[in-house]
């Protein structure tokens, strides 16, 4: 640390905002990573990297080089007696001092250039990080119905559009959270609303067609919009895995017609993050305690 910096007696010092953005974004860590360490809003810590707040207190500026995993010196402003010496007269081509009415010229070209590269960082090249997994159930059988699950992942707050494409023939039965718009006669569902890294999931419940041939495979797609400080990302919803139609229920992972135990404890994390009725507890457990199921296929339904 350098002798010509002393800190000891200082509350709060400046901080260098392009530093700290730099070190940020080199090290890949995310906003709110730093906030969580230093104990701030991510606004708080945008604002540091914005220079909305060029002096902090010096324990958050401790803080914040903590959770750069760098020195302090490296996150503050540097004070002009550290300038070599002549940094401040730079010669130009004669030798001599720059004329202040070029340099006056020249600091304002510099800030319209800082002002436009800033302005088409902003607008063009933060992206939000969001990624959007359907997760199929393997099996489906006619006439059935099967629990969908969307697992959206962001490390920030943000709102969110989402829409989901339904196999022709198929229906809507139930979702968590509550769906915002049903489409029937297109086959579309959406969803508008808040998403938060603890509630990473979106369930629903789609009662399969009576007329699926046993061996189709079944596709779904939908795409995901997400706004975050006036940033907008679209992508797709990718899916994991592949449906096709089985005389098998959803759950029943291994095909045995047994819904065993930990089949039924994975479900049950399902149940009680989305509600009994969005994942059809009711009839699970019937056929969990009844050991073995069938598929009876002139009534297209599951019984014990």
Same mark, same amino acid.
């Given at each position: 640390?350098?002798?010509?910096?002393?800190?000891?007696?200082?509350?709060?010092?400046?901080?260098?905002?392009?530093?700290?953005?730099?070190?940020?974004?080199?090290?890949?860590?995310?906003?709110?990573?730093?906030?969580?360490?230093?104990?701030?809003?991510?606004?708080?810590? @945008?604002?540091?990297?914005?220079?909305?707040?060029?002096?902090?207190?010096?324990?958050?500026?401790?803080?914040?080089?903590?959770?750069?995993?760098?020195?302090?010196?490296?996150?503050?402003?540097?004070?002009?007696?550290?300038?070599?010496?002549?940094?401040?007269?730079?010669?130009?081509?004669?030798?001599?001092?720059?004329?202040?009415?070029?340099?006056?010229?020249?600091?304002?070209?510099?800030?319209?250039?800082?002002?436009?590269?800033?302005?088409?960082?902003?607008?063009?090249?933060?992206?939000?990080?969001?990624?959007?997994?359907?997760?199929?159930?393997?099996?489906?059988?006619?006439?059935?119905?099967?629990?969908?699950?969307?697992?959206?992942?962001?490390?920030?707050?943000?709102?969110?559009?989402?829409?989901?494409?339904?196999?022709?023939?198929?229906?809507?039965?139930?979702?968590?959270?509550?769906? @915002?718009?049903?489409?029937?006669?297109?086959?579309?569902?959406?969803?508008?609303?808040?998403? @938060?890294?603890?509630?990473?999931?979106?369930?629903?419940?789609?009662?399969?067609? @009576?007329?699926?041939?046993?061996?189709?495979?079944?596709?779904?797609?939908?795409?995901?919009?997400?706004?975050?400080?006036?940033?907008?990302?679209?992508?797709?919803?990718?899916?994991?895995?592949?449906?096709?139609?089985?005389?098998?229920?959803?759950?029943?992972?291994?095909?045995?017609?047994?819904?065993?135990?930990?089949?039924?404890?994975?479900?049950?994390?399902?149940?009680?993050?989305?509600?009994?009725?969005?994942?059809?507890?009711?009839?699970?457990?019937?056929?969990?305690?009844?050991?073995?199921?069938?598929?009876?296929?002139?009534?297209?339904?599951?019984?014990?």
């Amino acid at each position: 640390m350098s002798d010509t910096h002393d800190l000891s007696n200082q509350t709060s010092v400046q901080i260098d905002s392009e530093a700290i953005r730099r070190i940020r974004e080199d090290k890949r860590l995310t906003q709110l990573y730093v906030s969580k360490v230093v104990g701030v809003t991510t606004d708080t810590v @945008s604002r540091w990297e914005n220079n909305r707040y060029p002096t902090i207190r010096k324990d958050n500026a401790l803080k914040l080089a903590e959770a750069l995993e760098v020195d302090l010196q490296m996150v503050l402003q540097q004070p002009e007696e550290d300038l070599q010496p002549g940094d401040e007269n730079v010669s130009g081509a004669g030798g001599g001092k720059k004329h202040p009415l070029r340099m006056v010229i020249g600091c304002g070209i510099g800030i319209a250039l800082v002002m436009i590269a800033w302005f088409l960082y902003v607008n063009f090249f933060t992206a939000i990080d969001i990624r959007a997994t359907r997760y199929l159930p393997p099996f489906a059988a006619p006439g059935s119905a099967v629990l969908i699950r969307v697992k959206v992942e962001s490390g920030e707050a943000m709102k969110i559009i989402l829409r989901e494409e339904i196999p022709a023939g198929w229906k809507f039965l139930s979702s968590y959270p509550a769906a @915002s718009r049903v489409d029937p006669e297109h086959g579309a569902v959406r969803w508008i609303l808040k998403h @938060s890294p603890q509630q990473k999931h979106i369930y629903y419940r789609l009662q399969v067609s @009576s007329e699926g041939q046993i061996g189709d495979t079944v596709s779904i797609m939908g795409g995901l919009v997400a706004n975050n400080n006036g940033h907008q990302t679209q992508v797709n919803v990718t899916s994991d895995g592949v449906m096709k139609m089985a005389p098998f229920h959803w759950a029943d992972s291994d095909r045995n017609y047994v819904i065993d135990d930990m089949e039924i404890l994975s479900v049950s994390d399902f149940a009680e993050e989305a509600g009994d009725d969005v994942v059809g507890w009711d009839q699970l457990e019937l056929l969990w305690e009844a050991g073995h199921y069938r598929w009876d296929q002139s009534q297209k339904q599951f019984v014990p």
